[in-house]
């Protein structure tokens, strides 16, 4: 029962190190987690009709492109619409939505890289610590 005039921590683990792999662990989980959000978007498929993209990413007009947009959640309807409008206009240009963030999905950006020449990224957020939103990469 709790006492607010006897305060006490309560962990998971017992001692610093059980927390640790205890995080360890929690990574390894969301590591490998990429086959099973592939697999999960592919019975979606399945029972519904449609699917989005792999489950971690979702290419838009992407083929042929030279110039792709990068977006996650929300602002990605409207990123489709600018680029269908594009596309219109005879610009090669593409969309790839995120769809999952963790684990980032960095082999389909380096598959990506190969192909195009520009990648934009919008991001509106920004990550504590780094300076730019969680999507944004500089070498």
């Known amino acids: ?48 009709g449609r699917k989005y993209g792999n489950g971690l990413v979702e290419e838009f007009y992407c083929d042929g492109a030279e110039a792709v947009l990068v977006t996650m959640g929300s602002m990605s309807g409207n990123a489709k619409i600018a680029v269908e409008e594009l ?6 240009v593409g969309l790839v939505r995120i769809r999952s963030f963790r684990p980032f999905p960095k082999d389909d950006f380096i598959q990506l890289a190969k192909k195009v020449k520009v990648i934009a990224v919008v991001d ?12 944004f990469y500089r070498d």
């Open 1 to 48: 029962m709790l006492d607010v005039r006897n305060p006490l921590t309560v962990s998971l683990g017992g001692s610093p190190l059980d927390d640790m792999g205890f995080e360890y662990l929690k990574n390894e989980a969301v590591m490998n987690s990429a086959s099973v959000i592939k697999e999960a978007n592919t019975e979606f498929g399945k029972l519904f």
């Open 124 to 135: 509106r957020s920004v990550s504590r610590g780094l300076g730019e939103g969680p999507c």
């Open 87 to 92: 596309r219109a206009e005879g610009k090669p």
